[in-house]
């Protein structure tokens, strides 16, 4: 016998099979079968693996050729599955019952190489006397496990028998290449088949349509959600050619032809069942990892049609008021700001102003004042026609923009045919309205003046004709800027107030619309007049915007908020934010950030709880209030847009400025229970605001209708009456406690 130095398990073997008493001289056969229904299904679940173990034995069988061998595969608990080769050796070995669906075990067959290669998980070689059993001894037998390499299961044997002349190592080489072989093949078919699995899963679930080509542009993969999206099953689409394909088929072509890839091209079609679909679509080349050859292409069309047709709503309603439906103060400002670019001549506007406005909607209600107002739209567009651009700026004020006016006669005309406009009663609801309108004009033949100069001078031309019983317009002159003695005596007693100290801060609550926490003030200034008593701030605000009296009264109102806080802080209230509103002046000043930063330093105030409340107008100039406002974060400083809706403000401007919060102006909020307009745009905004992250305040809440209302919104944050007018600060540091109860209460 051999003597075998490595192959201590051989010896090792035919010990334990003289110390099981066997004979080495009888003629065993296995004693376990399996029966031809267990062989079968154990073929099956076999079936990948006997096809690749197959494959590698016929090329044995084949390189061999001449040669009487026998090819056995076993499974890995030693049952025969497949014999191939040598007919006179496998009739022989068929005598001794050895065929498919016996078991090798040592225990039946005594030492063999298919119980020792899988007992040993190596390559086995048994020649002649290395058999335990003499039958066996005229036989050179051969064998080397296999494997899922990746993970180390045993799977089964491959073995080579043929007589004991025609012995030679090199056959146990070659067994353990076939092995390596068939181990790389099955790894490679196991990740395949991993791959088609999550590829199967990429497919279903994702969102977006897949499209694969092969790189002739034949359809291989056509995913479930292209067929929702297109109107077509995988089976009308796989197989065909994607160049026919009048929607891709020339990106395809592209893409296969010259290795073009796309990136988010919108596409617009409609589909098979007769939809409107908006896509965004991308494309490349697929290239083997291999050699980079190109072998198809990989597109997918992400469905934006919700999304688009919402942006293209926003988009609407950021240009265009939703009550009339003209342009808003937003498209009117953009299309003025193109004129002074142009340097166009002779440009005229026109501000017009209803009479009386406000004593319709408080004696007849918002529903009939925002019909006479659509109405009003109505007759004016048709006055104007296409002389020039009509827009609503702001509740019953009207702007028209005439860009090429050959000569002032004709702006005279123009004033007069819309204030012939209001000579005829309106119609609203069987009931007649009766009203009148006061129009500010100004022409420039040569370069005109600033916007903010151009937009105070038509103003002031209507202040003008209101001032001069109504019903008319008037033309803008140089010495409308002076002012009445009544103005210069209230002028004159606005510079005293800042030195006598008159002005002073009351804070109204911000109340959380759920918990009733209060989070937050507002800071609003009052004036306690000697003469008139306490005025509210549109009695004097004007005057000192007018006057550069702003500057000054603004500086003291962010002097005194901030030192509020800390008093507040010191006397044992939790910290809290508090709203300062803040005037175009202000905000254009060149050292503004600076002074804010002082203030706060000043009063050791963490600037999280300071808040500014700018208005959309301010944004008129976009790069320098970008500027400003990232100064102002910068600082930690909160920003809020004072008013929302009521202006021009571009949703990608608001992305763009980083506001923090949104204040839905009091004209929406008293419109929510009017009807459906006003409850639609406010829950458009608010829904807005959360895909934005913003945070929403509703101002003007006076009622417990308007508050359950706006909870049913999601607005997060509630201003106004309903739960507290704006009150003194001393009031507030010894009711605190108080007002949060009451608040929980009325919530």
């Known amino acids: 016998m051999k003597e075998y130095e490595d192959d201590h398990f051989i010896v090792k073997s035919r010990i334990q099979c003289v110390e099981a008493g066997m004979d080495p001289f009888e003629i065993r056969r296995p004693a376990e079968r399996m029966s031809e229904k267990e062989l079968i299904s154990k073929r099956k679940d076999y079936d990948e693996i006997l096809q690749v173990v197959s494959f590698f034995s016929r090329k044995v069988l084949e390189s061999l050729a001449g040669t009487p061998i026998l090819v056995v595969i076993s499974d890995e608990k030693g049952y025969l599955l497949e014999m191939d080769g040598d007919e006179t050796i496998r009739s022989t070995i068929q005598q001794l019952g050895i065929e498919p669906g016996v078991r090798f075990t040592q225990e039946d067959l005594g030492t063999n190489v298919i119980s020792l290669a899988l007992q040993e998980s190596c390559p086995v070689a048994l020649i002649g006397d290395d058999h335990f059993f003499h039958f066996l001894h005229d036989t050179a037998c051969y064998s080397a496990p296999f494997h899922y390499s990746d993970v180390g299961n045993l799977l089964g044997s491959i073995s080579i028998m043929t007589s004991v002349q025609l012995q030679n190592s090199l056959f146990l080489n070659m067994l353990a290449n076939v092995v390596d072989s068939i181990e790389r093949e099955l790894l490679l078919r196991r990740q395949n088949r991993e791959l088609d699995v999550l590829n199967q899963i990429m497919l279903r679930r994702t969102q977006n349509a897949i499209i694969v080509t092969n790189q002739e542009g034949t359809v291989t993969q056509y995913n479930d959600f292209a067929e929702i999206l297109s109107g077509f099953t995988s089976e009308d689409i796989i197989g065909r050619d994607i160049f026919k394909s009048a929607i891709t088929g020339d990106y395809f072509y592209q893409v296969l032809h010259e290795e073009r890839s796309f990136t988010n091209v919108e596409m617009k079609f409609m589909n098979n069942n007769n939809e409107e679909k908006i896509c965004l679509f991308d494309a490349q080349p697929i290239y083997d990892t291999k050699n980079s050859k190109m072998i198809g292409a990989f597109a997918q069309l992400r469905d934006i049609t919700e999304r688009y047709h919402l942006q293209k709503e926003y988009n609407y309603l950021a240009y265009h008021d ?25 440009t005229a506007l026109l501000l017009i102003d209803l009479d009386g406005f406000k004593n319709i909607n408080d004696t007849f209600g918002h529903s009939n004042g925002d019909k006479l107002l659509q109405s009003v739209a109505e007759r004016l567009q048709q006055s104007i026609q296409t002389k020039g651009l009509l827009a609503r700026i702001s509740g ?15 702006l005279h005309l123009i004033a007069q045919q819309l204030l012939c406009q209001f000579q005829r009663p309106f119609l609203i609801e069987n009931r007649t309205f009766y009203t009148t309108a006061s129009i500010g004009a100004a022409i420039y033949h040569n370069t005109p003046p600033s916007l903010e100069e151009y937009m105070v001078h038509v103003d002031a031309a209507m202040y003008k004709a209101k001032s001069q019983g109504k019903n008319d317009y008037r033309m803008f002159s140089p010495e409308m800027y002076i ?8 002028e004159n007693d606005l510079r005293e107030a800042i030195k006598k100290e008159e002005l002073l801060l009351h804070y109204q609550p911000q109340v959380d619309a759920f918990s009733g926490e209060i989070a937050g003030f507002e800071a609003l200034i009052r004036w306690n007049h000697p003469v008139h008593g306490l005025l509210s701030p549109d009695k004097f605000i004007p005057l000192a915007e007018k006057t550069g009296l702003i500057l000054p009264i603004g500086q003291w109102v962010i002097h005194t908020a901030c030192r509020q806080h800390s008093s507040w802080m010191k006397a044992g209230l939790a910290p809290l934010k ?41 944004a008129m100039d976009f790069s320098y209030a970008l500027k400003v406002l990232e100064e102002l974060k910068s600082l930690g400083v909160q920003i809020s847009m004072d008013d929302f809706g009521t202006g021009y403000s571009s949703l990608l401007y608001l992305k763009q400025l980083n506001i923090d919060t949104l204040k839905i102006d009091k004209y929406f909020v008293d419109d929510l229970l009017e009807g459906t307009y006003g409850s639609v745009l406010v829950s458009t905004i608010i829904a807005m605001a959360d895909a934005m ?31 507290s007018k704006a009150v003194p600060a001393d009031y507030i540091t010894e009711n605190f406690n108080t007002l949060k109860t009451e608040f929980a209460a009325k919530r």
Do not use: W
């Not at 937003?330 to 002779?346: G, N, P």
């Not at 009207?398 to 860009?403: N, T």
């Open 396 to 410: 019953d004020e009207f702007m028209v923009l005439i860009p090429a006016l050959e000569e002032e006669a004709e």
């Open 483 to 490: 002012n009445s003695s009544e103005e210069l005596l209230l």
């Open 322 to 346: 939703e009550l009339t439906k003209l342009p808003n103060r937003r498209y009117f400002q953009k299309e003025l700001e193109q004129l002074f670019l142009e340097e166009k001549k002779s």
């Open 693 to 723: 992250q913003l945070k929403v305040v509703a101002e003007g809440v006076e009622t417990k209708a308007q508050l359950q209302e706006l909870q049913s919104l999601g607005c997060q944050l509630i201003q106004g009456y309903y739960f």
């Open 578 to 618: 508090i709203s300062v509103n803040l005037s175009a002046h202000q905000f254009l000043k060149q050292d503004f950030t600076k002074n804010v930063e002082e203030i706060m330093s000043t009063y050791s105030m963490n600037p999280a709880y300071l808040e500014f409340e700018i208005t959309e107008s301010m």
